[in-house]
Nanobody, 127 residues
């Protein structure tokens, strides 16, 4: 059974930084890509960043480009999201997801492109 677990959320002042971590596990777990999504109260879940293991390609939502960085270690099934210059509008529950079935790169920024999800970690940004 696959488990995806996020950590690292918390309360931070606007302009501050947080680093989220995500670890995926399972007896035969392997993935093609890992992604981060977020959902604020009353809003739909939205794409934040994704990492394609083959080639190390990264993808970002326009709203976080230049501020957030996704990285990871495929051998350890871990992915990180370094969030800098946080804004109040970044506050949300952040979810990590794993794509374990091969799909086109178009799916990396879509929630339906992912097979397993974590429970989420709360990020709160005070103004």
């Amino acid at each position: 059974q696959v488990q995806v677990v996020e950590s690292g959320g918390g309360l931070v002042q606007a302009g501050g930084s947080l680093r989220l971590s995500c670890a995926a596990s399972g007896r035969t777990f392997s993935s093609y890509a890992m992604g981060w999504f977020r959902q604020a109260p009353g809003k739909e879940r939205e794409f934040v960043a994704a990492l394609k293991w083959s080639g190390g390609y990264t993808y970002y939502a326009d709203s976080v480009k230049g501020r957030f960085t996704i990285s990871g270690d495929n051998a350890k099934n871990t992915v990180f999201l370094q969030m800098n210059a946080l804004k109040p509008e970044d506050a949300a529950v952040y979810y990590c997801a794993a794509q374990t079935s091969y799909r086109t790169s178009y799916t990396y920024t879509r929630s339906y492109g992912y097979d397993y999800w974590g429970q989420g970690t709360q990020v709160t940004v005070s103004s």
